[in-house]
């Protein structure tokens, strides 16, 4: 089993840090002064029937826990940087082997304009970039047609370089943009029961942007983003070698609604993937594949201690092929999030799921999804503790 230390590190200097919204190392106006912050989950999985992101999650898995700690610093007015160190534990992924999540250097010209370096976090849809922070948000998971978890390592940040801005409009509100290049780093590895080994593996390019426009009625933001990238890969099958040339095309378009305590908010995304293959006797070629995601979703903060939370996701891993269970995921999720304090939460969720679409075969036996339960069920339990 692999060594536990990094969550027990995570853990000591949480308890030891003040009990504040974040800790500070020195004063405001040294140099050496870091601001701190850190957060520690622990969730529970149990489902109905079929697998779900961790193994054997139909007799409960605690196999659902997150740490991390980051410090952020203001060198110059203009001039800040940033890093966060992360490990968790999701089924077969992660193994509490800690890495840095992201980390950057961002120089701020005007308001308009800003840039960034490093591993920064990708601005897709409106709430990529909160998938590490459980406190942003009230749903256990986000929806996972648009968001999904098995993907988070690959999803969250890229390395490269990232142009961004805040430009009011007057009367006609205010437009952010991001726009951003680079690449991602992952490691050459294949599921368990896979019929192939994956040798090498690495994405040449990645390129991207998201426009959001707050609209002159306070509380209303929509938007678009688009993604474009390149995964290249040698794969040993049996004993032959194949490389693989896949381009990937990714667009959502988001609306968002605020309103005193009220959320609600609705995304629909398009995944256009194809492949060529060095030997595709072997390994076939894909011309297309087109993948539909969306969901609608809605919370309200009832009290200051308590925000109920629903929503509906939709998934169709191929748009030409909409029936079977293998072909179509329905999720209707409904969350109660409770604020013990302004450190620490606890979250109770509810899923029914409806096709077998988004499962890995691998954490249920290698059996294909066409074999998998149809209609069936996802308890998760969450709490974490955060300043």
């Known amino acids: 089993m692999p060594p536990r230390r990094p969550v027990t590190l995570f853990v000591g200097l949480m308890l030891i840090a003040s009990p504040a919204s974040a800790a500070e190392l020195g004063s405001e106006d040294d140099l050496l002064s870091v601001d701190i912050h850190a957060f520690a989950s622990q969730g529970f999985i149990l489902t109905s029937a079929n697998n779900y992101l961790a193994n054997d999650t139909t007799h409960g898995s605690f196999q659902f826990s997150e740490v991390g700690i ?6 110059t007015e203009k001039l800040r940087t940033g890093i966060q160190l992360f490990a968790q534990d999701l089924g077969p992924t992660g193994n509490y082997n800690a890495k840095m999540d992201w980390f950057y250097l961002d120089y701020r010209f005007k308001d308009w304009l800003g840039f960034r370096a490093g591993r920064v976090k990708i601005p897709f849809g409106l709430y990529n970039e909160i998938n590490d922070i459980d406190s942003a948000r009230v ?17 969250l940040a890229q390395t490269g370089a990232e142009l961004y801005g805040y430009q009011r409009l007057q009367s006609l509100g205010a437009l ?16 368990a029961g896979s019929p192939f080994q994956v040798e090498n593996f690495n994405v040449p390019y990645l390129a991207g942007g998201r426009l959001l426009w707050e609209t ?3 509380g209303l933001r929509v938007g678009g983003s688009l993604q474009m990238l390149r995964l290249d890969a040698t794969l040993l099958v049996n004993t032959t070698t194949v490389t693989i040339r896949a381009p990937v095309t990714i667009w959502v378009g988001s609306m968002e609604y605020v309103h005193n305590r009220l959320l609600l908010a609705a995304e629909y995304s398009r995944w256009y993937v194809k492949s060529d ?17 969306a969901y609608g979703m ?3 903060r009832a009290a200051k201690w308590l925000q109920p939370g629903v929503y509906y996701s939709i998934l169709f891993p191929d748009v030409d092929h909409r029936v079977g269970r293998a072909n ?3 999720d209707v999720a409904t969350t109660l999030r409770f604020d013990i304090n302004s450190h620490w939460l606890f979250k109770l969720e509810g899923h029914f799921m409806s096709g077998t679409a988004g499962l890995a075969s691998n954490l249920n036996d290698n059996a294909p999804l066409t074999a998998l339960q149809r209609n069936w069920e996802v308890l998760l339990l969450k709490t974490t503790a955060y300043f």
Not at 141 to 153: A, F, G, M, T
Not at 176 to 191: E, K, M, P, Q, V
Request: charged share 20%; proline share 9%.
């Open 216 to 218: 002159p009625l306070d």
């Open 277 to 293: 293959s060095s030997d595709p006797m072997v390994f076939p070629q894909v011309s297309e594949i087109v993948s539909e995601r």
């Open 176 to 191: 952010d943009y991001r726009l951003y290049g680079g690449t991602i780093f992952l490691d050459a590895t294949a599921s």
């Open 328 to 330: 179509i995921q329905h």
């Open 298 to 300: 809605a919370s309200y």
């Open 70 to 75: 980051n410090f952020t610093k203001n060198i």
């Open 139 to 155: 749903p256990v998971l986000l929806p996972q047609s648009v968001y999904p978890e098995q993907d988070r390592n690959y999803l």
